[in-house]
């Protein structure tokens, strides 16, 4: 397993592989998914490298919060007026597949409900 420091998307963050990025500030970052599985599939995420969403602190509060107001602005920023999906894969069983936390915005399209 990648250290936390050596996950693709820290490697986005340093610049160090190519991104769509729409959206940067000092503690949150947002790309176009590279794989996307709707008209608009952006990934937020913070620039402190979390895991994953269940190995946060109450210490993260702050970014946490931060990531919220990020996504509700990026998806304005992108024009999903229609509204959209916000999503975070947590562990195994929801298939996360890259442990540096990150938020699915997914619109663009009607969306089903529950997902799979
Ligand atoms: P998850 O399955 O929730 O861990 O989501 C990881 C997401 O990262 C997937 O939707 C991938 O398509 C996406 N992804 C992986 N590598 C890249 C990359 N280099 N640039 C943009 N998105 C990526």
């Known amino acids: 397993m990648p250290s936390e420091n050596d996950t693709i998307f820290a490697k986005i ?28 599939h952006i990934l937020v995420i913070p620039k402190q490298p979390i895991p994953q969403l269940s190995a ?3 210490e993260d509060h702050r970014v946490l919060g931060h990531l919220l107001l990020t996504v509700k602005r ?18 195994q069983d929801a298939g996360q ?3 540096h936390l990150h938020l699915h915005i997914l619109g663009g399209r009607s969306l089903q409900w529950p997902p799979g």
Not at 20 to 32: G, P, Q, R, T
Not at 74 to 89: F, H, K
């Open 56 to 58: 946060a602190v109450p």
């Open 13 to 40: 963050i340093r610049r160090e592989i190519p991104a769509d990025i729409v959206y940067e500030d000092d503690l949150a970052l947002a790309f176009k998914d590279v794989n996307p599985q709707a008209p608009v």
């Open 97 to 99: 597949s890259v442990d």
């Open 74 to 91: 990026v998806a304005e920023q992108v024009g999903l007026t229609q509204g959209y999906r916000v999503v975070i894969n947590n562990g």
